[in-house]
Nanobody, 120 residues
Framework: QVQLVESGGGLVQTGGSLRLSCAAT????????MKWYRQAPGKQRELVAV???????NYADSVKGRFTISRGNAKSQVYLQMNNLKPEDTAVYCC??????????????WGQGTQVTVSS
């Protein structure tokens, strides 16, 4: 079992920055990767960034060069630094954990989401 809690969303002007945090508790040693997704009103959920247990990262083309995903030293915290924000970045951002225990079923865990609004 994994619990995820996001924080750090808010309202920012175009060109501004925000830093989202995701705190993971529970069986974090069985987490294979941590991801940030976002969903804007009327749009499908979009994978924004991924960081694996080995530290490899990957980004959606729409955020490359502007967003950075990272982990804290304890690996129970994941961050999404968002710079040069644009109105099209407005969405609810959710933290996701790819849970892959040695024994047991692989599954996804989700946080409650945090709203990011970028004004033009």
């Amino acid at each position: 079992q994994v619990q995820l809690v996001e924080s750090g969303g808010g309202l920012v002007q175009t060109g501004g920055s925000l830093r989202l945090s995701c705190a993971a508790t529970g069986s974090i040693s069985s987490i294979n990767a941590m991801k940030w997704y976002r969903q804007a009103p009327g749009k499908q959920r979009e994978l924004v960034a991924v960081i694996t247990s080995s530290g490899s990262t990957n980004y959606a083309d729409s955020v490359k060069g502007r967003f950075t995903i990272s982990r804290g030293n304890a690996k129970s915290q994941v961050y999404l630094q968002m710079n040069n924000l644009k109105p099209e970045d407005t969405a609810v951002y959710c933290c996701n954990a790819d849970y892959m225990p040695i024994f047991g079923r692989r599954r996804d865990y989700w946080g409650q989401g945090t709203q990011v609004t970028v004004s033009s």
